[in-house]
C-alpha cells in the first residue's frame, strides 16, 4: 500500500470524502447519498467509511487526512465582516457566532474526535490533520486531474476563507497563484441572489434559474450593470453592496433590490411568471460576460493555451459553452464535482503534488476515470435484496440484455438504469440514470411530472456515443460529464411556425424545436454528456444497441431520484424509486425489472414529505 491520504470537506455544503492513492484518486463520494440527505453537510461519516472499506484499509493507515479549508481565516472575515457593516448584521452576528464558537473554531479537535469515533481508536494515534485554503483546494481538483501540462485555473464561487474568485497558474505538480478578488464581491453570491429572489433554494436552484433563461428575455440586464455592479473590461467588478443583504442578513436581498426589480421576491412553489424568466435571462446573460471578460484577462497574462475551471460558478454548463466557443483557450477542462464536494479531491491532491512535492504523470486524457469514483454492486448482492422483498425479475447477460433495452426503449418506455460505480457530483452520468428516448414528443413532460415529480420547465440532458457527437451537436470534442451546453446541429432543428414563433415563456415548452425534441431547450441547445468506451464500456454498448436498432445513438440522461432526493446509492435505494414513480423498467446491473410484473407496492404518498423540495 503506498501513501494514502484522505481529503474531506464538511459543514458548509455537500459535505465529502476522497482517497488519493500515490497521486491517483482511488475514491470518492458525497455524504448525501448514504445519508438520503440533499446537501448534508454533516461530518461525511459514510462516505470516509465507504472510501476506506473500498482500499481494504483503515483510517490509521493512512499517510494524512486533510480538510478543504481553514476555518480560522474564514472567522476572521465573519468577524471583519461584521464589524465593517455594524450595527446592521447584529441580528446574523447572533445567529452564527454560537455555531461558530461551538464547532467551528474547534475544527480541528471536533475532526479528531469524529475521526477517532469512527476508526475507534485514541486521537493520539490517528494520521497528522492537515487544512488547506478553500479555494487552493478548488484550483488543485480543477488543475491537478486534468489533461494539461500547463493551464491557467480560474475558481469561481459564493466564497471560501476571503477569495470569492481566484486565478492561478498550473504548470507540473506546482499551482501559483495569480491574483484574486475578494468577499462581498462575488459572482457566485450575485447569481445565488437571484435565485433566491425568483423564489429557488439558494445553493441548489441556481441550476434551475440556468434553465429558466432561454424562456425569457434580456430585459434587466443594463439595470443589472447600471446598478448592481461595476464591471471593468477585464471582468473584475464591484457590487453595490447597499442592494444586498448576505453580508449582514439573513436573506440575499433586501428592500432596496426589490424596489429596483418592482416588486419582492417570489414565494417559493408558486406559479413562475415572465418576469421571473427575463430576470433569469438577464442574469444569465450577465454572468456568461463576466466569466467571458475574465477568461480573456487570463489568457492575456498568461499566455497559455488550456483554463481549467472549479468552483460553483463552473457548474454553470451554459457559460462554459460560451468560453469553449467564443474564449480564447485552445480547450477547458472542469472538474465534474466543482462545488464544495470536489474540494476533497483537491484537497487530498494539493497535499500529495505541493506538500510532499510528487510529480504529476499527464497521459492525455484526466485522470477523473469518468467520475466513476463511487460503491459498486455485485448481481449477487443485488439479488440477495430483491429476493428479501419478493421483487420479480429476470437474469440477462449483455448479449440479450442489450438489444431487449434497445426494444423497451425504443416503445417509448422510461427506464431506471443501475450500474457500475456510482458517480462522483452532482450529475448522473451513466451509473446512476433515468433514460428515455429523444425522439418521443412526450419523453420530457413524462419524466418531468410522473418520474421526477419536478417543474415542467426543467430540460433534460442527451447521452450520446462519443464518435457520433458531431452528428447531432456543434461540439467536435469530449464532454464526459455534461458541463458544457452545446446548440443541436441546423440540420436537425425543425423551423418554428409564425403561431409558434409568437409563443411566449412556458407556452414554448411543448412545442418540438428538432427530431430529438426531449433534448433540444427552447433555444435550441443541450447539455451534452458523451459516452466512452474506455470510461464506461456497458452504457456504451447500450447506446449501440439503440443505434442498431433505431439509427439514433442518442438518449435523454436524468438522474436517478426524485425531486429533492440525492441521487440513488445502493439497489435498494433504486428499486424504492422505482416503485414509488411511474417508471417502466429498472435494470440493476444484468437483473431486469418490468413494473407490471412487481408485488403491490403500499401507494403512500407521505414519502414526498421525506423530501425537502430543493
Avoid at 499566455?303 to 460553483?312: E, I, M, W
Avoid at 425479475?393 to 423497451?408: C, G, I, N, R
Wanted: glycine residues 8%; hydrophobic residues 40%.
Amino acid at each position: 500500500m503506498g501513501k494514502a491520504i484522505l481529503g474531506i470537506s464538511a459543514y458548509y455544503h455537500d459535505s465529502a470524502a476522497a482517497l488519493v492513492v500515490d497521486g491517483e484518486i482511488v475514491s470518492a463520494a458525497q455524504e448525501e447519498r448514504f445519508s438520503r440527505k440533499k446537501h448534508d453537510a454533516r461530518f461525511p461519516v459514510n462516505a470516509i467509511r465507504y472510501c476506506l472499506e473500498e482500499q481494504g484499509i483503515e483510517l490509521e493507515d493512512l499517510d494524512s487526512v486533510v480538510f478543504y479549508d481553514k476555518p480560522l481565516v474564514k472567522f476572521e472575515r465573519l468577524l471583519e465582516t461584521y464589524l465593517s457593516y455594524a450595527p446592521k448584521g447584529f441580528r446574523s452576528f447572533m445567529a452564527a457566532m454560537p455555531v461558530w464558537l461551538k464547532e467551528k473554531l474547534l475544527l480541528k479537535s471536533t475532526m479528531r474526535k469524529e475521526l477517532s469515533a469512527l476508526a475507534g481508536c485514541r486521537a493520539d494515534d490517528l494520521p497528522p490533520l492537515l487544512f488547506t485554503e478553500h479555494h487552493q483546494s478548488h484550483a488543485a481538483s480543477a488543475f491537478f486531474p486534468s489533461p494539461y501540462e500547463k493551464a491557467a485555473v480560474m475558481c469561481l464561487d459564493g466564497v471560501g476563507e476571503w477569495a470569492t474568485s481566484s486565478v492561478w497558474l498550473g504548470d507540473g505538480h506546482r499551482l501559483t497563484p495569480q491574483w484574486e478578488m475578494d468577499f462581498p464581491h462575488s459572482l457566485g453570491l450575485l447569481y445565488s441572489a437571484f435565485t433566491y429572489y425568483t423564489g429557488f433554494k439558494v445553493n441548489s436552484g441556481e441550476y434551475k434559474l440556468m434553465g429558466l433563461a432561454p424562456y425569457g428575455e434580456p430585459k434587466y440586464v443594463d439595470l443589472i450593470l447600471d446598478k448592481l455592479l461595476d464591471l471593468k473590461d477585464d471582468g473584475t467588478f464591484r457590487l453595490d453592496m447597499s442592494y444586498f443583504n448576505y453580508a449582514t442578513g439573513l436573506t440575499m436581498t433586501n428592500g432596496k433590490f426589490d424596489r429596483l426589480f418592482g416588486a419582492p421576491a417570489r414565494k417559493p412553489e408558486t406559479e413562475i411568471s415572465q418576469r421571473e424568466m427575463d430576470i433569469a435571462r438577464s442574469i444569465q446573460q450577465v454572468t456568461e460576460e463576466i466569466v467571458l471578460r475574465l477568461a480573456r484577462t487570463v489568457h492575456q497574462e498568461l499566455g497559455v493555451d488550456y483554463l481549467c475551471l472549479a468552483g460553483g460558478v463552473a457548474l454553470n454548463c451554459v457559460g462554459n459553452g460560451r468560453i469553449l466557443r467564443e474564449g480564447p483557450f485552445r480547450d477547458i477542462w472542469i472538474q465534474p464535482a466543482a462545488g464544495d464536494a470536489g474540494g476533497a479531491v483537491g484537497a487530498a491532491l494539493a497535499i500529495w503534488h505541493e506538500y510532499h512535492d510528487q510529480p504529476r504523470r499527464v497521459n492525455g486524457g484526466d485522470s477523473m476515470q469518468g467520475a466513476y469514483l463511487g460503491p459498486r454492486y455485485s448481481n449477487e448482492e443485488i439479488i440477495r435484496y430483491l429476493d428479501s422483498v419478493g421483487a420479480v425479475y429476470t437474469q440477462l447477460d449483455d448479449e440479450e440484455l442489450m438489444p431487449k433495452l434497445a426494444e423497451v426503449l425504443d416503445g417509448e418506455n422510461v427506464v431506471g438504469w443501475f450500474q457500475g460505480r456510482m458517480e462522483f457530483g452532482p450529475r448522473s452520468l451513466g451509473g446512476r440514470s433515468i433514460i428515455g428516448d429523444p425522439r418521443s414528443k412526450r419523453m420530457q413532460s413524462v419524466m418531468n411530472l410522473k418520474i421526477k415529480y419536478r417543474e415542467s420547465f426543467r430540460p433534460f440532458a442527451p447521452v450520446v456515443l462519443a464518435e457520433k457527437v458531431s452528428d447531432y451537436f456543434e461540439l467536435d470534442r469530449r464532454s464526459p460529464y455534461m458541463l458544457i451546453v452545446a446548440p443541436v446541429k441546423e440540420e436537425r432543428r425543425r423551423l418554428m411556425s409564425e403561431e409558434e414563433e409568437k409563443l411566449f415563456g412556458i407556452e414554448k415548452l411543448n412545442v418540438a424545436r428538432s427530431d430529438l425534441p426531449a433534448i433540444t431547450h427552447v433555444d435550441y441547445s443541450a447539455r451534452v454528456q458523451t459516452v466512452h468506451r474506455e470510461t464506461n464500456p456497458r452504457f456504451h454498448r447500450l447506446l449501440e444497441a439503440f443505434e442498431q436498432r433505431t439509427g439514433c445513438a442518442v438518449l435523454v440522461n436524468t438522474s436517478f431520484n426524485v425531486r429533492g432526493e440525492p441521487i440513488v446509492c445502493t439497489a435498494e435505494d433504486a428499486y424504492r424509486c422505482f416503485m414509488r414513480t411511474e417508471m417502466d423498467y429498472l435494470v440493476l446491473e444484468n437483473i431486469l425489472l418490468h413494473k407490471p410484473d412487481q408485488p403491490a407496492w403500499e401507494k403512500d404518498d407521505s414519502w414526498m414529505q421525506e423530501f425537502e423540495l430543493d
